[in-house]
Structures are given as C-alpha cells and as structure tokens.
C-alpha cells in the first residue's frame, strides 16, 4: 500500500482525485494521507486540494452507490464488514435518510456508506446531499485548516476532528428525531367506530 500511496502523491492533485474517486468504492487508500501532504508542501493551495478530493469522492460515491443498488446484497455481504453493514441498518432504519448523514460523518469507509445507500435504496438526492455535507466536512476541515495554520493545523485536526464530529452527529440525531416526532404528531388520526 505504501508503493500505492507513494505513487499517488508522484502525480499530485491528479493523483488526489483518483485516489479521492476510486476510495469511495472499491481503494483502500484514504484521501487524507495524499491531502494533507499535498496541502502541508502548499498551504495556499491547501483549499484547492480539499475541494478536489471532496468533488472526486463524491462522484466516487455515485459509482459505490450505483454498484450497490445493482448488485445489493451480493455485494454488500462481500465488500462491507458485518458490523458497518448491522450499524447502517440500524440508522437507516432508526434515522431514514439521516443515516447517510450520519455514516458519512462517522469513521465507517465512506465505500462502505455509499454502496450501502444504494443497497438500501435511500434517495439519491439525499444521498448525494448528505455526502457532499459530510465529504466536505472532512477534506474541506484538513484544508482550511492547513491553509491558515500551516504545519501546526496537524495537532488542530487531530485535536478537534473528532469532536467536531461528535457534535455533528449529536445534533443530527436530535434534529432527526424531532423532525421525526413533529411529523408523527402532525399525522391525522384515523377515526374509530
């Protein structure tokens, strides 16, 4: 993986979007271990970069979500790991479409999320909706960063990457819930004899 990697970063931001693209649905190589290197030997195109991976993962996702509604289960028992697959299950159906939400922000393989979106049939505009939220959260948080703190952003991102997605969830969660709730309220009652 380390040649793979080394050969990515050769090519530079073209290398970037290819591993950003093929990483949603079938590359073991993290976008962020070719963004943040790219980034720290050009902080003033830090912001350049995270876009280009965050457009390239997403269009990425579109493929993983494709193969996931074409293939479903075969696929999805193949690719993903039980557990991602019981936690999206359990989202999907606890949360509807917020579960895309979610599992884009959470540290599940975003190839994971989006042949799984597919193999559960969630909307694909909410599907694509979610993944640029949650695709940008991550890349665009790393360039931003390392574009107005140089070198120094690597203790920010490790510091407060998790926690910023924590507070994310959390706040999806409970919007999810009352939107949820609100709607289940407002349903008219059918009458009784």
Do not use: N
């Not at 989202?91 to 193999?119: C, H, N, Q, R």
Request: glycine share 8%; proline share 6%; charged share 15%.
């Amino acid at each position: 993986m380390d040649q793979l990697l080394q050969l990515f970063l050769e090519y530079g931001l073209i290398g970037l979007v290819i591993a950003s693209f093929t990483e949603s649905f079938i590359s073991p190589v993290l976008p962020d271990l070719l963004l943040i290197p790219l980034a720290l030997a050009a902080p003033d195109k830090a912001i350049v970069y995270a876009m280009a991976a965050t457009a390239a993962s997403v269009a990425g996702g579109v493929i993983g979500y494709f193969l996931g509604g074409r293939y479903g289960a075969v696929l999805i028992k193949r690719i993903v790991p039980e557990r991602h697959i019981a936690a999206i299950r359990r989202w999907t159906e606890a949360y509807g479409p917020w579960a895309i939400i979610l599992a884009a922000l959470a540290p599940i393989p975003y190839k994971f999320v989006s042949i799984s979106a597919g193999v559960f049939r969630i909307s694909f505009g909410v599907f694509l909706l979610a993944s640029a939220f949650g695709r940008a959260k991550r890349f665009l948080l790393e360039g931003v960063l390392i574009y107005y703190y140089g070198p120094q952003a690597i203790d920010l991102i490790k510091k407060y990457s998790d926690d910023t997605v924590l507070v994310i969830c959390a706040v999806v969660i409970v919007a999810g819930v009352l939107i949820r709730r609100l709607r289940s309220a407002g349903a008219p009652t059918p009458p009784t004899e």
